[in-house]
């Protein structure tokens, strides 16, 4: 076990999985890459070994793109469980208990593109048709096409991302999830 997970007591809340959630935060666009150099500045004061390169370099990116950031995460994640870094994903948002239905489907959708990227499209994977589904139900009630309120297929939604929620990667990267942003509806 390295010592960044007998930290948090997680042993799957593995450096690797962690920089695969915040590379796919980025890239839905709920995490921003200040944060993620804050966590890494974090980590680093945190450990009592010597910090691994990557992180070093991860925490003095601040001025690099933020595409350029996610190639760094990527490099170090290699191959996760695609559906633990879904999971951790969720995991990042806000409380969705003040979210508007407007704002749940921006972020449904939001979720379903992430989910399609992660699982490269293969539909065999639970998620992404969940992800999917959940995503739909937005447009699904719009049209009349479900008898679910605009208020039920929000609360669906809500669900559907809280049930996914990992308390353990939600505090390893505590920094992080505490800067998720909000999706506007326009998003």
């Known amino acids: 076990m390295s010592s960044s997970d007998q930290r948090t007591g997680n042993p799957h809340v593995t450096d690797e999985l ?9 890239w839905l666009g709920v995490v921003d890459a200040d944060a993620v150099v804050a966590w890494a500045d974090g980590e680093i004061g945190r450990r009592a070994d010597v910090p691994p390169p990557w992180l070093i370099e ?7 793109h933020v595409l350029d950031v996610i190639a760094i995460l990527n490099e170090v994640a290699g191959k996760v469980d695609r559906r633990a870094v879904f999971a951790g ?13 407007d704002q749940c489907e921006a972020l449904a959708r939001r979720l379903y593109r992430t989910a399609y990227e992660l699982f490269e499209g293969d539909w065999n994977c639970e998620l992404l048709a969940a992800s999917d ?3 739909d139900a937005f447009e699904w009630q719009r049209d009349g096409c479900i008898a679910d309120t605009r208020d039920q297929v929000a609360a669906t939604f809500r669900a559907f991302v809280d049930g996914l929620r990992d308390d353990a990667v939600r ?4 920094t992080v999830s505490s800067t998720a942003a909000t999706p506007t509806a326009s998003d």
């Open 171 to 174: 505090c390893r990267l505590a």
């Open 89 to 101: 994903v969720c995991s990042l948002l806000p409380d969705l208990n003040h979210y508007d239905f």
């Open 133 to 135: 589904e959940a995503a």
């Open 58 to 64: 991860l925490s003095l990116s601040k001025r690099r």
């Open 18 to 26: 962690c920089t695969a959630i915040l590379a796919a935060g980025l």
